[in-house]
């Protein structure tokens, strides 16, 4: 067994691996054909969107008591999926575990797409989007919101640098090798290679760069999504009002950005055909620290749920009553079981961290974290401490319109295609740090 | 047979539930109660006074007497106490009922004195038109007015607020209005502080005195709005007067706005939350630029090839 890995990991030569990686970048119909659908639902939705700023959020399906409806639910999804770039190439990084290499990029570049969409999500949701600018001219101190609009570009400036700088000596390359990349591209490669030739001096200026983000990015990753939950924890609203509700978060974020890093990895593997770099050992290892993740999340469930179910408080008694058994208990045990219960059980063995498996698997917990986070924004919403009275009908539900649907929608398109479009114009798999790992010696020609 | 048992246990079990049903809709005082008598005369002041407690006590659930507008309570909505139906009850029945309470109805034994309690069933009885003898004996009879005029004199010194209640008379005379209850009021925050006591009835000469509580709050300058009143619109239509009186205690009210406090404005931010994140802000990128000043600085690095 082993003889065979060393023979194998021989016959991999630096050209080879250039060669494999690069690959994709320059020829590849079905990535066009990809982003082309991307851009036509982009296109469609953006008529939704267009509608709404039109009329004003009248044509969503929110009143006055559900004021944060389906848009910040889509809000603290993608926060906690991109949080994956923080727990991958910061957290396991820093511990210096090897099996993240191949993945660390992609995790960068799903943290980077994700946390840029959350933040246009946040503006999607306002009536008036040009009046942004007055939380950051107005904005209080004591404001959740002002922190929080602080800590999403933060986190995204701090992502964007740990995506590009690791990426310096590989865009070297590609300015290299793309000799075909259109000149706009070539003069990014050439921009952002930032004249790199792997001299000694540079390896470790570079290299002392990229640590010290990856330690400055731990607080801000933790702050982002703690303060993302202190928007809701800063009120007194029963579901809301709970001290845990910053680690639970961030622990559910860790389970969502790992379920959508092994989604985005299966693809990369058969679309980008990386089997030999992305292997089934990645993929068993992050079957390995989902099973971590999930059981973490699992004990913070418990103790949000089962202590308040435990004592019944007036307040609480109505929402989690309707929760586990009202109108909400269908999403709500869905999102815990297919979410988080049975993808535990099923990835301990190890068959099911197969690529193949863990993936679907993976989709379950994804929709579950999306559906988790509908639960945790709306149900709230609907019993405020004072009765709903003498309003309309429909301020007493909440569904959302399809307007909303739809911009959903074109939110989740616009991930995928930053997504797509990163790793058209950018290497997913990282050459030269494969290329070190495997002890082969890097040449980057001036 | 079956069949038989069927029908005989759905019987007794429409049975019970009738039983039920029934014992829920009829609550019976004993007979012993029957004999108490209402130890209180009938007079108008009694009668006021009981109007007054019902409203406090009773009114949210039974409504206004004789009006029938009670909540819909279910299964069994609170009856009107007006309603003859009610008031074929001696007043001994009522009054145990009052004591015992039943199902939503609570009981008033040590929430009401039995003075309260006996004024709320003279008010009530008041509506009964079966018993004349206890309508309005006591009643003070004025004479045909018109022009009802209700007079504020204020006395700052020793804080007396004297109400004078007068009319004309056919003849064109000013004469005073003799036995009709007026209420004084303070404006607070929510609502109006009635201080006109017990025994708010105008006097022969048409006037009620009241005492201003020594410690009622006021604005900067001590000034509260008071407000007068025939208390019964049924007399003489509304009859109301207010004025603004020296008459409360200065007070500095303190504006919660002006502290710093979290929920103040952002001038007013505290201290410590502006540090840490003005501080966090800097810290944070100022590191981010202190990357990027260094990232710019690598290409000059490619030329010292050591």
């Known amino acids: 067994m082993n003889d065979l890995q060393e023979q194998k990991e021989t016959t991999l030569s630096f050209e080879k691996i250039k060669k494999d990686i690069l690959r994709p970048m320059q020829n590849h119909k079905g990535l066009e054909l990809w982003i082309a659908f991307l851009i036509t639902v982009i296109s469609v939705c953006a008529w939704a969107y267009y509608v ?58 799903i943290a980077v797409a994700f946390v840029a969409v959350a933040g246009l999500v946040i503006i999607m949701d306002m009536g008036r989007p040009d009046r942004v600018v007055n939380v950051l001219i107005h904005g209080r101190f004591q404001s959740p919101i002002l922190w929080d609009i602080t800590v999403v570009t933060t986190y995204l400036t701090i992502s964007l640098l740990l995506l590009i700088l690791p990426m310096i000596p590989d865009l070297a390359i590609c300015k290299n090798e793309l000799k075909k990349a259109s000149p706009i591209l070539k003069k990014l490669y050439n921009i952002l290679s930032f004249g790199y030739i792997n001299t000694p001096s540079q390896y470790k200026h570079l290299h002392k760069m990229i640590r010290t983000l990856m330690v400055l990015i731990v607080p801000v990753g933790l702050a982002i999504h703690t303060v993302t939950s ?51 050992v990645q993929f068993d290892k992050m079957g390995k620290l989902m099973v971590a993740v999930c059981l973490v999340y699992l004990y913070f469930n418990l103790n949000e749920f089962l202590v308040p179910g435990y004592k019944m408080k007036t307040g609480d008694d109505i929402h ?33 961290r197969k690529p193949f498996p863990i993936m679907i698997i993976s989709l379950f917990i994804l929709a579950g974290a999306w559906i988790k986070r509908y639960v945790i924004v709306i ?68 | 047979m079956k069949n038989a048992i069927k029908i005989i246990a759905s019987l007794f079990l429409l049975f019970v539930f009738t039983a039920s049903v029934v014992n829920a809709q009829k609550w019976q005082a004993p007979v012993s109660s029957k004999k108490k008598q209402n130890p209180y005369e009938a007079s108008t ?86 018993k004349k003898e206890s309508k309005k004996i006591a009643e003070v009879k004025n004479p045909e007015v018109t022009d009802v005029k209700l007079l504020l004199d204020i006395n700052n010194e020793n804080k007396r607020i004297l109400a004078n209640l007068t009319g004309v008379t056919a003849k064109g005379d000013r004469v005073a209005l003799q036995g009709i209850e007026l209420s004084v009021k303070v404006k607070r925050n929510f609502g109006y502080l009635d201080i006109s006591g017990d025994d708010a009835y105008t006097n022969e000469k048409g006037e009620v005195s009241v005492q201003f509580p020594e410690d009622l709050p006021g604005d900067r300058e001590g000034h509260v709005n008071l407000l007068a009143k025939v208390t019964d619109d049924a ?50 990128w100022g590191v981010i630029f202190l990357i990027l000043f260094q990232l710019i600085q690598l290409p000059k690095l490619a030329k010292n090839k050591e």
């Not at chain 1, 959020?57 to 906690?80: E, H, P």
């Not at chain 1, 009553?321 to 301990?348: C, K």
């Open chain 1, 230 to 280: 202190w928007l809701f924890a800063a009120t007194l609203r029963n579901g809301w009002d709970t001290t845990i509700f910053g680690p639970y978060f961030v622990a559910g974020a860790f389970v969502a950005g790992s379920a959508g890093l092994i989604v985005a990895m299966y693809f990369f593997r058969v679309s980008y055909k990386l089997k030999d770099y992305i292997t089934d």
């Open chain 2, 235 to 284: 007399y003489y239509g509304e009859v109301i007067v207010d004025r603004i009186a020296s008459l409360g205690i200065p007070t500095n009210p303190v504006n919660p706005l002006d502290e710093r406090a979290m929920w103040g404005t952002r001038a007013n931010a505290p201290i410590w939350i502006i540090f840490s994140y003005v501080g966090g802000v800097i810290c944070i």
């Open chain 1, 52 to 109: 709404q700023l039109r009329d004003g959020l009248g044509v969503t399906g929110m009143r006055d008591y559900v004021s944060w409806g389906l848009y910040i639910a889509n809000f603290v999804f993608f926060v906690a999926v991109s949080l994956v770039g923080m727990l991958i190439s910061s957290i396991l990084g820093l511990l210096r575990i090897d099996w993240i290499t191949p993945i660390s990029r992609i995790a960068e570049i």
């Open chain 1, 379 to 446: 149900p709230t919403l609907l019993h405020p401490h004072l009765p709903i009275q003498n309003v309309p009908q429909n301020f007493v539900h909440y569904y959302p319109s399809a307007i909303e649907i739809s911009v959903t929608v074109l939110s989740f398109a616009l991930a995928l295609l930053i997504i797509t479009v990163l790793s058209k114009i950018f290497p997913v798999v990282p050459i030269c740090e494969i290329a070190e790992q495997k002890g082969i010696e890097v040449k980057i020609e001036a």
């Open chain 1, 320 to 352: 989690l009553t309707e929760l586990f058994a009202g109108h909400w208990a269908i999403m709500f045990w869905s999102s815990q079981l297919l979410g988080n219960v049975i993808p535990i059980m099923l990835l301990v063995t190890k068959k099911f």
């Open chain 2, 45 to 130: 002041r009694n009668i006021s006074s009981g109007k007054k407690i019902y409203n406090i006590n009773c009114k949210s659930c039974h409504g206004d007497a004789a009006m029938g507008n009670m909540l819909p309570l279910q299964p069994v909505a609170p009856s009107d106490l007006g309603s003859q139906a009610f008031l074929i009850q001696t007043d001994g029945e009522i009054y145990y009922k009052v004591n015992k309470g039943n199902g939503a109805m609570p009981t008033f034994e040590k929430t009401l004195s039995d003075e309260d309690k006996w004024m709320v069933i003279t008010y009530l009885r008041s509506f009964d038109q079966n």
